[in-house]
Protein backbone atom coordinates (compact mmCIF):
# COMPACT_ATOMS: atom_id res chain seq x y z
CA UNK A 1 0.00 0.00 0.00
CA UNK A 2 2.87 2.52 -0.52
CA UNK A 3 1.40 5.10 -2.53
CA UNK A 4 -1.78 5.90 -2.95
CA UNK A 5 -2.13 5.66 -6.31
CA UNK A 6 -4.22 2.70 -7.48
CA UNK A 7 -5.13 1.24 -4.15
CA UNK A 8 -7.71 4.09 -4.38
CA UNK A 9 -11.07 3.31 -5.11
CA UNK A 10 -12.47 5.99 -7.50
CA UNK A 11 -8.84 7.20 -8.05
CA UNK A 12 -8.05 5.72 -11.78
CA UNK A 13 -5.14 7.40 -12.88
CA UNK A 14 -2.33 9.52 -10.88
CA UNK A 15 -1.17 10.75 -14.02
CA UNK A 16 -0.62 14.66 -14.83
CA UNK A 17 0.87 17.17 -17.21
CA UNK A 18 2.48 19.55 -15.64
CA UNK A 19 2.43 22.72 -18.01
CA UNK A 20 5.10 25.56 -17.25
CA UNK A 21 5.29 28.92 -19.10
CA UNK A 22 7.52 32.00 -18.77
CA UNK A 23 7.95 33.41 -15.36
CA UNK A 24 10.08 34.02 -12.96
CA UNK A 25 7.69 31.40 -10.35
CA UNK A 26 8.95 28.82 -13.07
CA UNK A 27 11.49 27.83 -10.84
CA UNK A 28 8.78 26.86 -8.07
CA UNK A 29 7.58 24.05 -10.86
CA UNK A 30 10.82 21.91 -9.84
CA UNK A 31 9.78 21.66 -6.20
CA UNK A 32 5.85 21.20 -7.20
CA UNK A 33 7.04 18.33 -9.44
CA UNK A 34 8.90 16.73 -6.29
CA UNK A 35 6.04 17.03 -3.97
CA UNK A 36 3.89 15.43 -6.76
CA UNK A 37 6.40 12.37 -7.56
CA UNK A 38 6.71 12.17 -3.64
CA UNK A 39 2.79 11.16 -3.26
CA UNK A 40 3.20 8.61 -6.42
CA UNK A 41 1.58 11.05 -9.40
CA UNK A 42 3.72 10.75 -12.41
CA UNK A 43 4.09 13.87 -14.35
CA UNK A 44 4.83 14.62 -17.81
CA UNK A 45 6.35 18.09 -17.82
CA UNK A 46 5.29 19.90 -20.89
CA UNK A 47 7.16 23.53 -20.97
CA UNK A 48 6.58 26.71 -22.98
CA UNK A 49 10.07 28.24 -25.26
CA UNK A 50 9.61 31.18 -22.54
CA UNK A 51 9.59 28.57 -19.89
CA UNK A 52 12.92 27.09 -21.15
CA UNK A 53 14.74 31.22 -20.57
CA UNK A 54 13.50 30.82 -16.50
CA UNK A 55 14.61 26.79 -15.71
CA UNK A 56 15.87 24.27 -17.95
CA UNK A 57 14.45 21.02 -19.24
CA UNK A 58 17.15 19.19 -17.66
CA UNK A 59 16.19 19.95 -14.20
CA UNK A 60 12.61 18.92 -14.40
CA UNK A 61 13.28 15.59 -16.74
CA UNK A 62 15.90 14.87 -13.84
CA UNK A 63 12.88 15.25 -11.31
CA UNK A 64 9.98 13.52 -13.12
CA UNK A 65 12.67 10.68 -15.01
CA UNK A 66 11.02 11.43 -18.24
CA UNK A 67 11.87 13.58 -21.33
CA UNK A 68 10.49 17.14 -21.55
CA UNK A 69 8.34 18.32 -24.48
CA UNK A 70 8.59 22.03 -24.93
CA UNK A 71 8.37 21.59 -29.35
CA UNK A 72 5.14 20.87 -31.28
CA UNK A 73 7.38 19.47 -33.95
CA UNK A 74 8.91 17.01 -31.41
CA UNK A 75 10.15 13.89 -33.62
CA UNK A 76 10.19 11.70 -30.32
CA UNK A 77 6.35 11.53 -30.58
CA UNK A 78 6.00 8.28 -33.48
CA UNK A 79 2.66 9.58 -34.95
CA UNK A 80 3.61 13.48 -33.98
CA UNK A 81 0.51 14.03 -32.42
CA UNK A 82 1.86 15.40 -29.20
CA UNK A 83 -0.78 17.71 -28.29
CA UNK A 84 -3.29 14.75 -28.10
CA UNK A 85 -1.36 11.55 -26.48
CA UNK A 86 0.48 13.65 -24.18
CA UNK A 87 -2.84 14.49 -22.12
CA UNK A 88 -4.74 11.47 -22.98
CA UNK A 89 -2.90 9.53 -20.13
CA UNK A 90 -3.39 12.63 -18.17
CA UNK A 91 -6.28 13.13 -15.33
CA UNK A 92 -5.40 16.50 -14.63
CA UNK A 93 -3.23 18.97 -16.69
CA UNK A 94 -1.80 21.37 -14.66
CA UNK A 95 -0.53 24.73 -15.24
CA UNK A 96 1.93 26.28 -12.97
CA UNK A 97 3.00 29.01 -13.50
CA UNK A 98 0.29 30.31 -15.44
CA UNK A 99 1.23 33.60 -17.17
CA UNK A 100 -0.85 36.45 -17.66
CA UNK A 101 -0.01 35.74 -21.58
CA UNK A 102 -1.03 32.24 -21.42
CA UNK A 103 -4.13 32.43 -19.56
CA UNK A 104 -5.34 35.17 -22.85
CA UNK A 105 -4.69 32.14 -25.03
CA UNK A 106 -6.43 29.90 -22.79
CA UNK A 107 -9.28 32.23 -22.52
CA UNK A 108 -9.04 32.54 -26.20
CA UNK A 109 -8.47 28.71 -27.54
CA UNK A 110 -5.25 29.74 -29.14
CA UNK A 111 -3.08 26.64 -30.19
CA UNK A 112 0.53 28.14 -31.35
CA UNK A 113 2.72 26.44 -29.23
CA UNK A 114 2.77 22.51 -27.56
CA UNK A 115 1.28 23.34 -24.20
CA UNK A 116 -1.69 25.52 -25.68
CA UNK A 117 -2.51 23.03 -27.85
CA UNK A 118 -2.32 20.08 -25.09
CA UNK A 119 -4.66 22.34 -23.13
CA UNK A 120 -7.22 22.86 -26.12
CA UNK A 121 -6.92 19.20 -27.00
CA UNK A 122 -7.69 17.96 -23.55
CA UNK A 123 -10.30 15.71 -22.18
CA UNK A 124 -9.18 16.23 -18.50
CA UNK A 125 -9.03 18.41 -15.48
CA UNK A 126 -7.26 21.87 -16.20
CA UNK A 127 -5.86 23.13 -13.38
CA UNK A 128 -3.97 26.98 -13.86
CA UNK A 129 -1.88 28.76 -11.26
CA UNK A 130 -1.78 32.58 -12.15
CA UNK A 131 1.57 34.31 -11.30
CA UNK A 132 2.20 37.87 -12.37
CA UNK A 133 3.07 41.27 -11.08
CA UNK A 134 0.16 43.19 -9.31
CA UNK A 135 -0.78 45.53 -12.24
CA UNK A 136 -1.24 42.53 -14.75
CA UNK A 137 -3.26 40.59 -12.94
CA UNK A 138 -5.15 43.49 -12.01
CA UNK A 139 -5.51 44.63 -15.57
CA UNK A 140 -9.36 44.35 -16.89
CA UNK A 141 -8.09 42.32 -19.49
CA UNK A 142 -6.31 39.69 -17.40
CA UNK A 143 -9.45 39.92 -15.02
CA UNK A 144 -11.91 39.15 -18.04
CA UNK A 145 -9.89 36.40 -19.24
CA UNK A 146 -10.09 34.81 -15.63
CA UNK A 147 -13.78 34.59 -15.54
CA UNK A 148 -13.75 33.71 -19.28
CA UNK A 149 -11.83 30.53 -17.95
CA UNK A 150 -13.96 29.67 -14.53
CA UNK A 151 -16.87 29.23 -16.64
CA UNK A 152 -15.00 27.08 -18.84
CA UNK A 153 -14.80 25.07 -15.81
CA UNK A 154 -11.09 25.74 -15.52
CA UNK A 155 -9.53 25.65 -11.76
CA UNK A 156 -7.87 28.54 -10.89
CA UNK A 157 -5.56 28.52 -8.15
CA UNK A 158 -4.20 31.39 -6.44
CA UNK A 159 -2.51 33.70 -7.06
CA UNK A 160 -1.64 35.27 -3.57
CA UNK A 161 -0.54 38.54 -1.99
CA UNK A 162 2.94 39.20 -1.14
CA UNK A 163 6.47 40.61 -2.03
CA UNK A 164 6.66 40.31 -5.93
CA UNK A 165 9.80 39.37 -7.87
CA UNK A 166 9.95 42.70 -9.26
CA UNK A 167 9.98 44.66 -5.62
CA UNK A 168 6.32 45.47 -5.67
CA UNK A 169 3.89 44.26 -3.43
CA UNK A 170 0.04 42.76 -4.18
CA UNK A 171 -1.80 40.31 -5.54
CA UNK A 172 -0.11 38.39 -8.54
CA UNK A 173 2.40 36.04 -6.18
CA UNK A 174 2.05 31.94 -7.18
CA UNK A 175 0.65 29.73 -4.39
CA UNK A 176 3.35 28.06 -2.67
CA UNK A 177 4.43 24.31 -4.20
CA UNK A 178 3.34 22.89 -1.11
CA UNK A 179 -0.26 24.79 -1.15
CA UNK A 180 -0.24 23.47 -5.18
CA UNK A 181 0.28 19.92 -4.06
CA UNK A 182 -2.45 19.87 -1.57
CA UNK A 183 -5.22 21.52 -4.06
CA UNK A 184 -4.01 18.71 -7.16
CA UNK A 185 -4.02 15.78 -4.64
CA UNK A 186 -6.97 16.80 -3.42
CA UNK A 187 -8.78 16.89 -6.85
CA UNK A 188 -7.64 13.40 -7.41
CA UNK A 189 -9.27 12.19 -4.20
CA UNK A 190 -12.54 9.95 -4.91
CA UNK A 191 -15.60 11.59 -3.55
CA UNK A 192 -17.05 9.23 -1.20
CA UNK A 193 -18.39 10.84 1.47
CA UNK A 194 -20.39 13.73 -0.21
CA UNK A 195 -23.21 15.53 1.50
CA UNK A 196 -21.52 14.03 5.09
CA UNK A 197 -21.28 15.65 7.69
CA UNK A 198 -18.15 14.37 9.74
CA UNK A 199 -16.90 15.58 13.42
CA UNK A 200 -13.74 15.03 14.31
CA UNK A 201 -11.67 15.75 17.95
CA UNK A 202 -8.27 16.34 17.85
CA UNK A 203 -4.76 17.55 19.42
CA UNK A 204 -4.26 17.50 23.27
CA UNK A 205 -6.35 18.33 26.29
CA UNK A 206 -5.08 20.97 28.93
CA UNK A 207 -6.42 20.92 32.58
CA UNK A 208 -5.90 23.70 34.45
CA UNK A 209 -4.09 23.48 37.57
CA UNK A 210 -3.54 27.29 38.40
CA UNK A 211 -3.16 30.80 36.54
CA UNK A 212 -0.03 29.65 34.65
CA UNK A 213 0.24 25.74 34.80
CA UNK A 214 -1.73 22.35 33.71
CA UNK A 215 -1.78 18.77 32.90
CA UNK A 216 -1.53 18.65 28.87
CA UNK A 217 0.16 15.50 26.68
CA UNK A 218 2.40 15.19 24.06
CA UNK A 219 -0.29 14.83 21.33
CA UNK A 220 0.36 16.81 18.27
CA UNK A 221 -2.96 16.58 16.57
CA UNK A 222 -1.34 15.87 13.09
CA UNK A 223 -3.32 12.55 12.83
CA UNK A 224 -6.30 14.30 13.76
CA UNK A 225 -5.65 17.26 10.86
CA UNK A 226 -5.04 14.43 8.64
CA UNK A 227 -7.72 12.94 8.74
CA UNK A 228 -10.01 16.13 8.51
CA UNK A 229 -8.49 16.93 5.21
CA UNK A 230 -8.36 13.37 3.48
CA UNK A 231 -12.27 14.07 4.83
CA UNK A 232 -12.40 17.40 2.78
CA UNK A 233 -11.33 16.07 0.13
CA UNK A 234 -13.37 13.29 -0.01
CA UNK A 235 -16.04 15.55 -0.04
CA UNK A 236 -17.21 15.54 3.61
CA UNK A 237 -18.00 18.56 5.25
CA UNK A 238 -15.98 19.02 8.14
CA UNK A 239 -16.28 20.09 12.17
CA UNK A 240 -12.60 19.57 13.81
CA UNK A 241 -12.65 20.04 17.50
CA UNK A 242 -9.01 20.68 18.65
CA UNK A 243 -6.98 21.19 21.39
CA UNK A 244 -4.48 23.22 21.38
CA UNK A 245 -2.00 22.59 18.63
CA UNK A 246 0.73 24.30 16.56
CA UNK A 247 -1.26 23.24 13.50
CA UNK A 248 -3.45 25.52 11.11
CA UNK A 249 -7.13 24.13 9.92
CA UNK A 250 -6.73 22.27 6.56
CA UNK A 251 -8.68 24.81 3.76
CA UNK A 252 -12.82 24.35 4.59
CA UNK A 253 -12.65 22.88 7.69
CA UNK A 254 -15.03 24.65 10.63
CA UNK A 255 -12.74 24.67 13.14
CA UNK A 256 -13.64 24.78 17.09
CA UNK A 257 -10.88 25.69 19.31
CA UNK A 258 -11.25 24.56 22.89
CA UNK A 259 -8.67 24.02 25.78
CA UNK A 260 -10.17 21.23 28.25
CA UNK A 261 -11.79 18.33 27.97
CA UNK A 262 -14.78 19.68 29.40
CA UNK A 263 -14.99 22.59 26.83
CA UNK A 264 -14.29 19.49 24.28
CA UNK A 265 -17.37 17.40 25.28
CA UNK A 266 -19.58 20.56 25.21
CA UNK A 267 -18.56 21.54 21.68
CA UNK A 268 -19.08 17.81 20.90
CA UNK A 269 -21.87 17.68 22.15
CA UNK A 270 -23.47 21.26 20.53
CA UNK A 271 -22.55 19.55 16.88
CA UNK A 272 -23.26 16.30 17.48
CA UNK A 273 -27.01 16.01 16.32
CA UNK A 274 -25.88 17.38 12.85
CA UNK A 275 -23.10 14.89 12.14
CA UNK A 276 -23.37 11.74 10.09
CA UNK A 277 -20.04 10.29 11.55
CA UNK A 278 -17.83 10.83 14.82
CA UNK A 279 -14.16 10.05 14.60
CA UNK A 280 -12.39 10.55 18.12
CA UNK A 281 -8.86 11.41 17.45
CA UNK A 282 -8.00 13.52 20.44
CA UNK A 283 -5.77 12.58 23.36
CA UNK A 284 -8.91 13.89 25.70
CA UNK A 285 -6.98 14.07 29.33
CA UNK A 286 -8.72 11.26 31.63
CA UNK A 287 -9.34 13.56 34.71
CA UNK A 288 -8.96 17.24 35.36
CA UNK A 289 -7.92 18.74 38.83
CA UNK A 290 -10.77 19.43 41.09
CA UNK A 291 -10.53 22.54 42.32
CA UNK A 292 -7.89 24.40 39.75
CA UNK A 293 -6.70 27.38 41.00
CA UNK A 294 -7.11 30.60 40.16
CA UNK A 295 -3.82 32.05 41.60
CA UNK A 296 -0.38 30.36 41.01
CA UNK A 297 0.15 28.11 43.61
CA UNK A 298 3.18 29.33 45.51
CA UNK A 299 6.29 26.82 45.90
CA UNK A 300 6.62 25.53 49.53
CA UNK A 301 8.65 23.16 51.25
CA UNK A 302 5.89 20.70 52.32
CA UNK A 303 4.63 18.42 49.47
CA UNK A 304 1.63 19.15 47.44
CA UNK A 305 -1.42 17.06 46.59
CA UNK A 306 -3.51 17.60 43.72
CA UNK A 307 -7.25 15.87 43.68
CA UNK A 308 -7.86 14.86 39.85
CA UNK A 309 -11.73 13.59 39.15
CA UNK A 310 -12.33 11.84 35.98
CA UNK A 311 -12.99 13.53 33.11
CA UNK A 312 -16.42 12.51 30.75
CA UNK A 313 -15.03 9.90 27.89
CA UNK A 314 -16.94 11.78 25.53
CA UNK A 315 -16.72 8.91 22.90
CA UNK A 316 -18.42 6.75 24.88
CA UNK A 317 -21.00 9.51 25.52
CA UNK A 318 -21.62 9.91 21.88
CA UNK A 319 -21.49 6.23 21.13
CA UNK A 320 -24.54 5.59 23.45
CA UNK A 321 -26.34 8.27 22.26
CA UNK A 322 -30.04 6.96 21.53
CA UNK A 323 -29.31 8.04 17.51
CA UNK A 324 -25.29 7.84 17.47
CA UNK A 325 -23.29 8.71 14.22
CA UNK A 326 -20.77 6.26 12.84
CA UNK A 327 -18.80 6.18 15.78
CA UNK A 328 -14.36 5.93 15.37
CA UNK A 329 -12.58 5.36 18.46
CA UNK A 330 -8.44 5.45 18.33
CA UNK A 331 -6.25 3.83 20.77
CA UNK A 332 -3.19 3.99 21.47
CA UNK A 333 -1.05 1.54 23.43
CA UNK A 334 1.90 0.66 24.15
CA UNK A 335 1.79 -3.04 24.32
CA UNK A 336 -0.38 -5.76 23.74
CA UNK A 337 -2.60 -3.32 21.09
CA UNK A 338 -4.52 -6.42 20.02
CA UNK A 339 -6.12 -7.34 22.53
CA UNK A 340 -6.41 -3.60 24.29
CA UNK A 341 -8.08 -2.22 21.54
CA UNK A 342 -10.68 -5.08 20.89
CA UNK A 343 -11.57 -4.48 24.77
CA UNK A 344 -11.81 -1.11 24.72
CA UNK A 345 -14.08 -1.30 20.88
CA UNK A 346 -16.35 -3.74 22.17
CA UNK A 347 -16.33 -1.52 25.89
CA UNK A 348 -17.33 1.94 24.04
CA UNK A 349 -19.75 0.02 21.84
CA UNK A 350 -17.87 1.00 18.33
CA UNK A 351 -18.57 -0.02 14.84
CA UNK A 352 -14.79 1.02 14.10
CA UNK A 353 -11.63 1.18 16.29
CA UNK A 354 -7.96 2.53 15.07
CA UNK A 355 -5.34 1.35 16.85
CA UNK A 356 -1.84 2.20 17.37
CA UNK A 357 1.48 1.96 19.23
CA UNK A 358 2.01 5.11 21.11
CA UNK A 359 5.42 5.46 21.27
CA UNK A 360 5.33 5.61 17.14
CA UNK A 361 2.41 7.46 16.82
CA UNK A 362 3.19 10.60 19.22
CA UNK A 363 4.58 13.79 17.90
CA UNK A 364 6.13 12.05 14.62
CA UNK A 365 4.95 12.32 10.94
CA UNK A 366 4.64 8.77 10.16
CA UNK A 367 2.78 6.08 11.54
CA UNK A 368 1.23 2.59 11.24
CA UNK A 369 -2.67 1.56 12.11
CA UNK A 370 -4.59 -1.07 12.86
CA UNK A 371 -8.37 -0.82 12.27
CA UNK A 372 -10.55 -3.16 14.20
CA UNK A 373 -13.91 -3.83 12.68
CA UNK A 374 -16.98 -6.59 13.45
CA UNK A 375 -14.83 -8.29 9.97
CA UNK A 376 -11.87 -8.44 11.67
CA UNK A 377 -8.37 -6.67 11.73
CA UNK A 378 -7.21 -4.61 8.76
CA UNK A 379 -3.55 -3.56 9.09
CA UNK A 380 -2.31 -0.08 7.25
CA UNK A 381 1.32 -0.18 7.27
CA UNK A 382 3.81 2.24 7.66
CA UNK A 383 2.97 5.50 5.97
CA UNK A 384 2.77 9.49 6.37
CA UNK A 385 -0.27 10.57 8.33
CA UNK A 386 -2.26 12.05 5.65
CA UNK A 387 -1.99 9.11 3.34
CA UNK A 388 -2.86 6.75 6.12
CA UNK A 389 -5.93 9.22 6.95
CA UNK A 390 -6.59 8.93 3.54
CA UNK A 391 -6.62 5.11 3.46
CA UNK A 392 -8.77 5.23 6.93
CA UNK A 393 -11.54 7.99 5.49
CA UNK A 394 -11.99 4.99 2.20
CA UNK A 395 -12.40 2.43 4.90
CA UNK A 396 -14.74 4.31 6.78
CA UNK A 397 -17.30 5.43 4.20
CA UNK A 398 -17.32 1.79 2.96
CA UNK A 399 -18.28 0.63 6.61
CA UNK A 400 -20.49 3.92 7.05
CA UNK A 401 -22.32 3.03 3.72
CA UNK A 402 -23.04 -0.41 4.81
CA UNK A 403 -23.95 0.36 8.33
CA UNK A 404 -26.82 3.00 6.51
O1 LIG B 1 -10.16 4.89 26.73
P1 LIG B 1 -9.16 5.60 25.88
O2 LIG B 1 -8.86 6.96 26.38
O3 LIG B 1 -7.91 4.85 25.56
O4 LIG B 1 -9.95 5.73 24.49
C1 LIG B 1 -9.43 6.41 23.45
C2 LIG B 1 -10.54 6.89 22.56
O5 LIG B 1 -11.57 7.51 23.32
C3 LIG B 1 -10.04 7.95 21.63
O6 LIG B 1 -10.81 7.85 20.45
C4 LIG B 1 -10.32 9.24 22.38
O7 LIG B 1 -10.44 10.35 21.52
C5 LIG B 1 -11.63 8.91 23.07
N1 LIG B 1 -11.79 9.56 24.38
C6 LIG B 1 -12.76 10.53 24.55
N2 LIG B 1 -12.95 11.10 25.78
C7 LIG B 1 -12.18 10.75 26.82
C8 LIG B 1 -11.19 9.78 26.65
C9 LIG B 1 -11.02 9.21 25.44
O8 LIG B 1 -13.46 10.87 23.58
N3 LIG B 1 -12.38 11.33 27.99
Avoid at 33 to 43: A, D, E, M, N
Avoid at 92 to 120: E, Q, R, T, W
Avoid at 351 to 370: M, R, Y
Wanted: proline share 5%; aromatic share 4%.
Amino acid sequence: MGTFSCKIRGMNKSHIVLGITGGIAAYKAAELLRLLTKQGISVQVAMTEAACHFITPTTLQGLSGKPVYTDQWDARIPNNMAHINLSREASAIVVAPASADFIAKLAHGLADDLLSNLCLARNCLLLIAPAMNREMWQNPATQRNIAQLIADGVQVLGPESGMQACGEEGIGRMLEPEQLAEYITASFQPKLLSGQKILITAGPTYETIDAVRGITNRSSGKMGYAIARAALEMGADVTLVSGPTALSAPVGAQKIDVQSAAQMYEAVMHNVARSDIFIAVAAVADYRIALPSEHKIKKSSSNLTLELIPNPDILAQVASLPNPPFCVGFAAESENLAEYAEQKRRAKKLPLLVGNIAQQAIGSDDNELILFDDDGIHPLPRADKLTLARHLMQHIAQRHQGAL
